[in-house]
Antibody, heavy 123, light 106 residues
């Protein structure tokens, strides 16, 4: 069965970091990219960035440049998204998605989604 | 940056209705436009890719059309399970989503 299994909910204090994992199964991990999308409570979808599961190349949304790092571990078919210097407005559900683009996020779409990881930032 | 604007932001309709949702890009995105459906408490689901291609497993009552800057998602005959929020997404220049269209039961 093809799916993306995300790590569990997190509660963090402002200024801390969070690292969310996304384990792929049922398909060849290195044949796709992974895109991360977040959704604040009651809000729309926001693209955070993309990583190639083949070569580890990344592209991040300008908004998150310098604060986010996306990585992959091909041995375990797992993608990671680390967000640093957390603020209250980072409170959101974070989704990993399978991106059809392997070398660049251009022209891609997201055909498989994880169930989301809730990250709450609160003092 | 390309801005994606969906209309309407919300819509009330009845089972069996034909519904159209529009998505407009601030500049041409050729046909690199995708549509997603999201139900409360769930992850989004891909419906249409590259403007008009139906994702495997998606009912044929869903269809997409358009090119350039103007795109449409059509549901030919609403079913109870179709009441959800719909998002368009472009990937021609960077990636971003429309603000969403909430489809509610009339």
């Amino acid at each position: 069965q093809i799916h993306l299994l995300q790590s569990g909910a997190e509660v963090k204090k402002p200024g801390a970091s969070v690292k969310v994992s996304c384990k792929a199964s049922g398909y060849t991990f290195s044949s796709y990219g992974i895109t991360w999308v977040r959704q604040a409570p009651g809000q729309g979808l926001e693209w955070m960035g993309w990583i190639s599961a083949k070569n580890g190349n990344t592209k991040y949304a300008q908004k998150f440049q310098g604060r986010v790092t996306m990585t992959t571990d091909t041995a375990t078919s797992t993608a990671y998204m680390e967000l640093r210097s957390l603020r209250s407005d980072d409170t959101a559900a974070y989704y990993c998605t399978r991106d059809t683009q392997i070398f660049d996020p251009q022209y891609g779409y997201f055909d498989l989604w994880g169930r989301g990881t809730q990250v709450t930032v609160s003092s | 940056d390309i801005q994606m604007t969906q209309s309407p932001s919300s819509l009330s309709a009845s089972v069996g209705d034909r519904v159209t949702i529009s998505c407009r890009a601030s500049q041409t995105i050729i046909s690199f436009l995708n549509w997603y459906q999201q139900k409360p408490g769930e992850a989004p689901k891909l419906l249409i890719y590259a403007a008009s291609n139906l994702q495997s497993g998606v009912p044929s009552r869903f269809s997409g059309s358009g090119s350039g800057t103007d795109f449409t998602l059509t549901i030919s005959s609403l079913q109870p399970e179709d009441f959800a929020t719909y998002y368009c997404q472009q990937s021609y220049s960077s990636v971003n989503f429309g603000q969403g269209t909430r489809l509610e039961i009339k």
